[in-house]
C-alpha cells in the first residue's frame, strides 16, 4: 500500500514516468488526485493566482508603483476595479504584483527550511543517540519560541527586504520539517529493506538518501504545502509590522499595513490584499489536505 | 583438510539494553567450508539470526558487544573497519532475509534494486548493471525478466520477492550465502521452489551456504553438516547424516521427535518440548536445557556443560549424551 505513494512520490521527484502495461503509479496517483475535491479545487486556485502573478504585466491594467494622488483612496469603480489606495495606486495591479512577492517568498522559505530540516532531521534520526539530543534539542529551544517572534528577531539582525524575509521565515520553519522527518525516518529505517540494503554493502549516505528518504515523502510533501501557506502568512505579518518588504514593492502584507489608518474612511484598501492572502492560503491548505488524503496508505 | 571459508571461534554477541545483558549468542564456535551447506537449526529466540547478523556486522553497534572471532578467509572481519566490511557485504557475503514481503524496497523497480547491488561494488554502468539485473531475474526463474525488471515490489508475490532477493543477494557472485529463514513467510507449495532454487543456484554458482531454519526436514534435504542452537549456544553439531542417525543431545532428539515421520506408528502423537527458551537476560547458571530435558539430573542444573568433541567433527554439549557416545 505504502509502496504505492512512495513510488509515485519517487517518480515526481525523478521526473520520469513509469509507463506500465496495467496502471502506472503515476496514472493512479493522477487519478486518486482527481477524486479528491479538496486538492483539485486548491489546485486549481493556485493555478489562477501563479498565473496572475505570472502575467501581471500583461493582466495589470495600471502600472502598480504609479501614483495619482487627486483619486487617493477613491472606492472601487469601473476604472479601478478594487479601488486605489492612499497614494492614488490602483489596487488591483498591485495584488497581482503582490502574488509574485507572496508566491516567491512562500515557496523559497519553505524551499530552505525544507533542505535544512531535511538534513537535521535525517541526521537526527538516523544515528540517533548523542547526535539526535543535539540537533533536536537546538530544533526544540526554536520551536518554543512563537514563530513570528523568532522571524521578528531575525529580521532585526539581518535588515529588511524581501530576501532577508525569506531568510528568516526558511530559519523560523526549520524545526518543523526536521521534527517530521526525524518522525518518518525513524520509522522507516526500522524496515528490513533498509536492512537489506545494508547488507548489499551501501554506505550511510546512500542508505539514508536513496533508500530512506524516498519513503518519507509523502508526510513532507503534505507538510511543506501547508508550510508555504503559513510562510506567506508570516511574510505579511512582517510587512505589515513594516520589517518585511519594503514600501513601495507591492507586498500584500505591506499593503494591509499601510491601509491601516484609512480603514474606516476606505476600508477597501484593507479588504482586498486581506482577501487576496487568505484566498492564497486557503488555497495552499486545502492542497495540502487533499494530498494528504492522497497519500495516506491508510485510505487506500 | 580444507581451509574453512568461514571459522567462527567463540563467538559472543551480548545486547546491553539499560542494565540488562541479553547474552542472544553465547560462545559459539562453527566453520563452513568453500561451496558446503551448513544448517543452523533451532526454536524462535535460539540466536540464529543474531549469529547470521553478527557475521554481517548489521547488529545496531550502540548495544551489541561481539566477542571472539569471526575469521572469514582467514581475515577477522570483528576487526575490520566498517569500509572493510562494506566491501565484503552484498560481493563477498549476502544475506537472504525472512520476511520478502518488506524487505524490497518500495520506493524502486525491483530491476533498479538489482543493478544497484552490482553498482555498489564494481564501476560498471547503468545499463550493463540493468543488462546484468535482467539476466539474474532469468536465472531465478521469473518470467518476462525484461518487463518484471521495471515493476515495483508491491506488484509481484511473495514467492517473486524472494527470488528477486535470491537474485541480488547472487548477482556479485558472493562466496558465502546466508539465508534467514528465506521459506518461513511463504506458501507451503512455494517454499519448495524457492529452497530448490537457492541450492540449485548456490551450487551453480559454488556460493557456500548458511541456512537458518528450524525446519529439520529442510536440513536432511539440502546440508551437509548442521548446528543446533539452544538459549544463544550450539548444544549439538556434526554432519547432518551422523546427527540424523543417532542424536545426543536431548534437544535434538526432542526436536526430531516433533515432526511426523512416514515410519511412525498410526496413531502416534507428535512430540512437545514442554517449556519454553530460558531468559537471555538471566539464564541459569548450569545447562540452559535442564528445565525442559527430562533427562536432567542434579549436575545439569548445577553446572553448565562443556562441548565434547567427538569423532567427524561431532561436538555435543550435554553431560548425559543419549545415543551411546564413542570418543
Not at chain 1, 40 to 49: H, S, T
Not at chain 1, 182 to 195: A, H, I
Not at chain 1, 218 to 228: F, H, L
Amino acid at each position: 500500500m505504502e509502496a504505492n505513494i512512495e513510488v509515485k512520490k519517487q517518480i515526481k521527484a525523478n521526473g520520469h514516468v513509469h509507463v506500465d502495461k496495467v496502471k502506472g503509479p503515476f496514472a493512479e496517483f493522477v487519478e486518486r488526485f482527481m477524486k479528491s475535491r479538496s486538492a483539485v479545487i486548491g489546485l486549481g486556485i493556485l493555478i489562477v493566482l501563479i498565473c496572475c502573478a505570472v502575467f501581471a504585466p500583461i493582466l495589470a491594467p495600471y502600472n502598480p508603483y504609479e501614483s495619482n494622488l487627486p483619486i487617493a483612496l477613491q472606492a472601487p469603480s469601473a476604472e479601478h476595479i478594487l479601488g486605489v489606495d492612499e497614494l492614488g495606486r490602483d489596487i488591483f495591479s498591485r495584488i497581482l504584483y503582490g502574488a509574485q512577492v507572496s508566491l516567491v517568498v512562500g515557496v523559497e522559505a519553505v524551499t530552505l527550511a525544507l533542505f535544512f530540516g531535511i538534513l537535521l532531521g535525517a541526521l537526527a534520526g538516523f544515528y540517533g543517540g548523542k547526535v539526535d539530543t543535539a540537533i533536536m534539542g537546538v530544533m526544540d529551544v526554536m520551536l518554543s519560541f512563537p514563530s513570528i517572534l523568532l522571524a521578528l528577531a531575525f529580521m532585526t539582525v539581518l535588515g529588511r527586504g524581501i530576501d532577508k524575509a525569506v531568510i528568516a521565515i526558511g530559519i523560523v520553519s526549520i524545526p518543523q520539517y526536521a521534527r517530521i522527518v526525524r518522525g518518518s525516518v525513524l520509522s522507516v529505517k526500522e524496515n528490513v529493506y533498509v536492512t537489506a540494503a545494508r547488507a548489499i554493502g551501501n554506505n550511510d549516505r546512500r542508505l539514508i538518501f536513496v533508500h530512506i528518504l524516498p519513503n518519507v515523502l509523502a508526510p513532507i510533501i503534505v507538510r511543506s504545502t501547508i508550510g508555504i501557506s503559513e510562510a506567506i502568512l508570516e511574510a505579511a505579518a512582517l510587512g505589515f509590522l513594516g520589517l518585511g518588504v519594503m514600501p513601495p514593492t507591492a507586498e500584500w502584507g505591506t499593503m494591509l499595513g499601510a491601509g491601516r489608518q484609512t480603514i474606516f474612511n476606505a476600508p477597501h484598501i484593507v479588504t482586498f490584499p486581506g482577501l487576496a492572502i487568505t484566498l492564497t492560503v486557503m488555497a495552499f491548505n486545502l492542497l495540502g489536505d487533499g494530498l494528504r488524503d492522497v497519500l495516506d496508505p491508510r485510505l487506500k | 583438510m580444507q581451509i574453512p571459508l568461514l571459522q567462527i571461534n567463540q563467538l559472543q554477541t551480548h545486547f546491553h539494553i539499560g542494565k540488562r545483558v541479553v547474552k542472544a549468542v553465547d560462545g559459539i564456535s562453527i566453520s563452513v567450508n568453500p561451496g558446503e551447506t551448513m544448517a543452523l537449526v533451532g526454536e524462535s529466540g535460539s540466536g540464529k539470526s543474531v549469529t547470521a547478523m553478527s557475521i554481517m556486522r548489521l547488529l545496531p553497534e550502540a548495544i551489541t558487544k561481539t566477542q571472539g572471532e569471526i575469521l572469514f578467509e582467514g581475515r577477522d572481519m570483528l576487526k575490520m573497519s566498517m569500509e572493510e566490511i562494506r566491501d565484503i557485504r552484498g560481493k563477498h557475503i549476502s544475506m537472504i532475509f525472512q520476511e520478502p514481503m518488506t524487505s524490497l524496497n518500495p520506493a524502486y523497480t525491483i530491476g533498479e534494486q538489482i543493478s544497484e547491488a552490482v553498482r555498489v561494488h564494481s564501476n560498471v554502468d547503468k545499463k550493463t548493471a540493468w543488462n546484468k539485473a535482467v539476466e539474474m531475474l532469468e536465472l531465478v526463474g521469473i518470467p518476462a525478466a525484461v518487463q518484471r525488471a521495471k515493476e515495483y515490489p508491491h506488484q509481484m508475490s511473495g514467492g517473486m520477492r524472494q527470488r528477486v532477493m535470491i537474485a541480488i543477494s547472487l548477482v556479485c557472485n558472493p562466496r558465502l550465502l546466508l539465508a534467514d529463514e528465506p521459506t518461513t513467510a511463504l506458501d507451503v507449495t512455494i517454499q519448495a521452489q524457492i529452497l530448490d532454487l537457492i541450492i540449485k543456484l548456490a551450487k551453480e554458482f559454488n556460493t557456500a551456504l548458511i541456512m537458518i531454519t528450524h525446519d529439520l526436514g529442510v536440513v536432511a534435504e539440502i546440508a551437509q553438516n548442521m548446528a543446533v542452537m539452544y538459549a544463544g549456544r550450539i548444544v549439538e553439531q556434526g554432519r547432518v547424516a551422523d546427527v540424523f542417525a543417532n542424536p545426543h543431545h536431548p534437544y535434538t532428539v526432542g526436536l526430531m521427535d516433533s515432526i511426523p515421520r512416514l515410519d511412525g506408528g498410526k496413531k502416534q502423537r507428535l512430540h512437545t518440548i514442554e517449556g519454553v527458551v530460558p531468559d537471555l537476560s538471566a539464564l541459569p547458571m548450569g545447562c540452559t536445557f535442564a528445565d525442559r530435558c527430562e533427562y536432567a539430573k542434579e549436575k545439569c542444573r548445577e553446572e553448565f556443560p562443556a562441548v565434547r568433541v567427538l569423532a567427524n567433527a561431532r561436538q555435543v554439549a550435554c553431560h548425559y549424551p543419549l545415543g551411546g557416545i564413542e570418543s
